[in-house]
């Protein structure tokens, strides 16, 4: 009889350890998460400011864009933004 309560008292021990480990590990990771989507979120409201300064406005198609993804062909001292290579090809191909 001690010994079968012996037995079932380590499982216990062993069981509730286990419990213990994961919730430190689940709680770890939703901490990771947040922390993951405040940075997102102060970047984006840090990037706002600044996104309407850089929008330029596509030469083909008149779309407005961000200068860092617009593509820019310069020639002859002058240059010329477009939204995308395609719109660049359809404005020279006119």
């Known amino acids: ?5 012996r037995c079932l008292l380590v499982l216990f021990a062993f069981a509730f350890i286990v419990y ?3 919730s430190i590990a689940r709680l ?9 989507d405040v940075t ?14 850089d929008m330029v406005r596509c030469l083909s ?14 020639s002859r001292n002058k240059s ?3 939204c995308s290579s395609a719109c660049a090809r ?5």
């Open 20 to 22: 213990v480990l994961k």
């Open 28 to 36: 770890s990771h939703r901490l990771r998460i947040t922390i993951n």
């Open 80 to 82: 010329q933004v477009f």
């Open 1 to 5: 009889m001690g010994f079968i309560f």
């Open 61 to 74: 198609c008149g779309a407005f864009i961000s200068s860092r993804d617009a593509v820019t062909i310069s």
């Open 40 to 53: 997102e979120i102060r970047e984006k409201a840090a990037g706002r400011g600044r996104t309407t300064e």
């Open 90 to 94: 359809a404005y020279i191909s006119k």
